[in-house]
């Protein structure tokens, strides 16, 4: 029984966050730079993973999941106490 959400034995490319200036936002830069990387990983690797972090998580999943086809496995909640 698979355990992972990644077939067992595959590879990863894993990103920190893909960030474009809020100035250039809107003009398709962060859909390029996904394609141009995924093009140069696809030989090498099986799945690409990515951390991102924002306070408009509707935009960040219409984005990753909806532009881009990424698939939403995890979540980070954190809330300030004091």
Known sequence: ??????????????????????EYRNNNIGHKLFEIMEKEVFKDY???????????Y???FHFYIDELGMEFINAFLIKKIK
Do not use: H, N, P, W
């Open 58 to 60: 509707k935009k960040i």
């Open 46 to 56: 099986s799945y690409i993973s990515l951390a991102t972090s924002t306070k408009d």
């Open 1 to 22: 029984k698979q355990r992972s959400y990644m077939d067992v034995g595959s590879s990863c490319f894993e990103i920190d966050e893909i960030y474009v200036k809020k």
